[in-house]
């Protein structure tokens, strides 16, 4: 296979026709077919979308899906979309507690008390981080571990710590319930 000229560049693009477009070489560089990216194999060429290529794939779990070039050679593509259905099943799966979604409140408790500890661009860090208040090395190194030492949430409460001026650990850590109205 030779060469293909060199792709268009973004303006020149922008200022071609439809017709203009069609006729523009494909950007095949290398013919995929045959080729395994993660669980797709290449079957075989399907035509074009726009300046992009579209090739016919099977996935190892067997179903058939069309991807383009650009989304299998940089790897963003990498199943027929059964991959992410098991991340996501498997997400679920956790024990009470310990699934890491948004429906979570612990979850959303932790990942709100590490960015005030170390997001310093979080409105919040004034108060924590940039006074030097940390999460404990046990915390910060797995959510789990928080779900283990707090959970489960006592729903309604904060939570908070003791002695506020030491950091988010175990021993310091509560939780409190809202101040009566
Ligand atoms: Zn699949």
Known sequence: MTNPPPPPSALELFYMTEDQLEELPLPRYHDLTGQVFSRLTVLSYEGRASHDSIWLCRCSCGKEKKVRYSGLTRGSTTSCGCY???VHAKRRER???HQRTNKNPLCRIYYS???R????????YRNYGAKGVEVCQRWRDSFDAFVDDMGP?????RL?????SIDFTPDN???RNPPIP
């Open 113 to 115: 008390m590490l960015t």
């Open 153 to 157: 949430y006592p729903a309604g409460t």
């Open 117 to 124: 500890c170390y997001n310093e661009r979080n409105p919040s």
């Open 173 to 175: 850590c509560f939780w």
């Open 95 to 97: 024990p009470e507690g």
């Open 84 to 86: 992410r259905a098991e």
């Open 160 to 164: 908070a710590r003791l002695n506020p």
